[in-house]
Nanobody
């Protein structure tokens, strides 16, 4: 059973920063691609950032230059450093495992999500 537990969300003012963490258990973490998705109210879930098992990263255009995804294979944890936050970044953020094949293909395992709220 794969389990993912996100943490680090919260309320922050526009221009501020947050660091999300996702601890993974029950899978061969180092061999999986990892992704952060978000779902804003009334919108579809979207991929924010992904990182392959080899460390290659991919970002949504809306977060390029502001967000950084990283992974620590020794700790089975993936991070999302979010800087220069904007009100439109407000959403529930989820992490997932998967594979990278020109795009992130989620495994179907998701964490419970962590709320990020950016006030203007």
């Amino acid at each position: 059973q794969v389990q993912l537990v996100e943490s680090g969300g919260g309320l922050v003012q526009a221009g501020g920063s947050l660091r999300l963490s996702c601890a993974v258990s029950g899978s061969i973490f180092s061999s999986n691609a990892m992704g952060w998705y978000r779902r804003a109210p009334g919108k579809q879930r979207e991929l924010v950032a992904a990182i392959t098992s080899g460390g290659r990263t991919n970002y949504a255009d809306s977060v390029k230059g502001r967000f950084t995804i990283s992974r620590d294979n020794a700790k089975n944890t993936v991070y999302l450093e979010m800087n220069s936050l904007k009100p439109e970044d407000t959403a529930v953020y989820y992490c997932t495992t998967g594979v990278w094949a020109a795009a992130m293909i989620p495994s179907g395992y998701w964490g419970q999500g962590t709320q990020v709220t950016v006030s203007s």
